[in-house]
């Protein structure tokens, strides 16, 4: 059972950056997708960004030019760099992750979830 543990998470002011981290218990070379959703209190989970390959990534249009995600397959770790953010990003993270090869895009199916970490961000 692959177990996925997310850090980084934290308060930041309007305009700030953070970047969060997804530890994994597995090799993650083998992960064909990868991604990071988000909740925000009261709202559905929506996808954030996903990564296939180094070159081949997909956001959320309200974070596009903001977040960055990547992947150090070395270090089993999946990233999030959050730049300029914005009080309505402020919500829990999941990382997320899945082994089949098919279609990987922002808001992918998954099998494989951590428990979160939460992102808040003040005006």
């Known amino acids: 059972q692959v177990q996925l543990v997310e850090s980084g998470g934290g308060s930041v002011q309007d305009g700030g950056s953070l970047r969060l981290s997804c530890a994994a218990s597995e090799n993650t070379y083998s992960m064909s997708c990868m991604g990071w959703f988000r909740q925000a209190t009261g709202k559905e989970r929506e996808g954030v960004a996903a990564?296939?390959?180094?070159?081949?990534?997909s956001y959320a249009d309200s974070v596009k030019g903001r977040f960055t995600i990547s992947r150090d397959n070395g270090k089993n770790t999946l990233y999030l760099q959050m730049t300029n953010l914005k009080p309505e990003d402020t919500a829990t993270y999941y990382c997320a992750a899945r082994y089949p090869s098919y279609g990987c895009y922002v808001g992918s199916p998954m099998d494989y979830w951590g428990k979160g970490t939460l992102v808040t961000i003040s005006s």
């Open positions: 990564i296939r390959s180094a070159s081949t990534t």
